[in-house]
């Protein structure tokens, strides 16, 4: 159980250019519709994390984070991503035991995956 007074990472934005394009992409990686989606935000909730996207950065003219995403198959997310638009910047090779790759999203945002063996 995680002690409630810890600081942890909950939210997680990115800015984007396209709405639709990143939507797309982020919808692949996380294999969920969005809970919020409107013309100024889109939001999604998975494991108990927050990821939200913003078009333009938003006023705080923001900047993404590499966040690495643990999937149970990392080709096959590749591919799923791949295919909704994202580009591979890393492919899938070991690292200490783990496949690591990392891709872009269509603004150019840093997406990292790792798969445990």
């Known amino acids: 159980m995680t002690d409630p007074t810890t600081p942890a990472i909950k939210t997680v934005l990115h800015p984007v250019s396209d709405l639709a394009k990143a939507?797309?992409?982020y919808t692949a990686l996380l294999g969920i519709p969005p809970q919020h989606d409107s013309?100024?935000?889109v939001g999604f909730e998975s494991g108990g994390q927050h990821i939200g996207l913003v078009?333009?950065?938003g006023p705080q003219d923001?900047?993404?984070p590499v966040a690495y995403?643990?999937?149970p198959?990392?080709?096959t997310k590749l591919t799923e991503l791949t295919t909704a638009?994202?580009?591979?910047k890393e492919p899938a090779h070991d690292v200490g035991?783990?496949?690591v790759a990392t891709v872009t999203d269509p603004d150019g945002n840093t997406l990292g995956l790792l798969q445990n063996r």
């Open 85 to 88: 638009g994202a580009t591979i």
């Open 69 to 71: 995403w643990h999937v």
């Open 97 to 99: 035991g783990r496949l």
């Open 62 to 64: 923001m900047t993404s």
């Open 39 to 41: 013309s100024y935000y």
């Open 73 to 75: 198959d990392i080709e």
């Open 55 to 57: 078009p333009g950065g």
């Open 23 to 25: 939507t797309a992409v």
